[in-house]
């Protein structure tokens, strides 16, 4: 009873100077809101980021020519050619990979009648649409008659369709990419998020490898030796469980076919899980570097708390002094004290969760991202409330405590 006694006399005496107090909350309010806020809109990026590597595809393993530098990014130093593929997409050998995925990818202009747009070509095989979980909104994805044809055909990815064709249907629309007529047999479903390889999902157009090989990039598409050249190639584990196996059975392969015995890998392999981490720290250590900056004006906050309970000790000297003359004990008046800088805190503190969770609400508004605000992110800013009204209120009540009742009485 004399805790909730101590807290209704300490609301008391913050209504009783609403103003100052609202002033002195006003740092905790903007720090904790600050705090939730950026907190949400981090666990909203991370669980973007989740959502857009897991859609590229399951149990997915990424092979990249070149040797990996520091932060696992390949140096393209080397060659992966459309027969490493081939040769990986063997049952034999490697059990584990249930599709493999060639790409060879360059940037072109592509124009329709009186529309261009400057897009990404991505040379494909048929089995990119089941690897890359890919799907065909209208018309055909490429086959394997395509591939065998060098065929002129082309699959648009839904940006790049809107742009060429914004008030027709694509299907069966002649194109030009860098000069070189096609004829459109697919449009692609939307699916949104930026491309592993860089740029829109969207913004891609899909055509036979062999014909991007042959047809449009010439002698650029092949090594030093004609072998034909991609940029890099996509591989689905047969499951979640096989792909540490299938990670070693493309290793085994690779080194193989390049000779190589002591030397590094000339290639990089990246599986899903490894970009998803890498992806996830980034943003982790993002969210924290900012919470913490803005939990500076939480510090900022408990030194209100501070300056304006040692004021408020000041004003209440003779009320001190009676109650320890009616026979408040030292502590009864440290844990008043205490109290009211911790319902100052913590009052503050839920003011500014609803800041917080308000601003993540707009954020929403704007389509940008969705936030979470989560159960431990309130905890976290409840907890630090406290301690902040914990720690910076034990010196103004400590000075109360230690008041002589004799001159506080004769305090005027």
Known sequence: MNLFESIRVSFRSLGANKMRSILTMLGIIIGVGAVIALLAVGQGAGAAITQQVQGIGSNLIFVFPGQARQGGVPTGAANLTLADADALDDSVCCP??????????????ANAGSNNT????????????????????????????????VARVAVLGAYTAKNLFPNSDPIGQPIKINRVPFKVIGVMEEKGGTSFFGGNQDDVIFVPITTAQQRLFGTSAVTAQGAPRVSAIA??????????????????????????????????VLSQKDILGALSQITDILTIFLASIAAISLLVGGIG??????????????????????GARRRDILLQFLIEAVVMSVTGGGIGILFGSGIG?????????????????????????VAV????????????????????????
């Open 96 to 109: 584990d990979i249930a599709g493999v995925a060639p790409v060879y990818n360059r940037t072109v202009q």
């Open 118 to 149: 400057s897009t990404q070509v991505s040379g494909i095989t048929p089995a990119f649409e089941r690897v890359r979980n890919f799907r065909v909104a209208r018309g055909r994805f490429v086959d394997q008659r395509d591939l065998d044809a």
């Open 235 to 268: 591989i689905q584990a047969a499951s979640d469980k096989q792909l540490n196996a299938a990670m070693a059975e493309i290793t085994q392969v690779l080194r193989r076919r390049h000779k190589i015995i002591y030397q590094q890998d000339d290639f990089t």
């Open 305 to 326: 708390i501070m300056n304006i309970m040692l004021v408020s000790v000041t004003e209440r000297t003779r009320e001190i002094g009676i109650r320890k003359a009616v």
């Open 361 to 385: 609400a707009l954020v929403n508004m704007t389509g940008m991202i969705q936030t979470v605000v989560s159960l431990s992110s309130i905890l976290l800013a409840v907890g630090f409330s």
């Open 389 to 412: 009204g914990l720690f910076f209120g034990l010196y103004p009540a400590a000075r109360a405590a230690s008041l002589h009742p004799i001159d506080a009485l004769r305090y005027e």
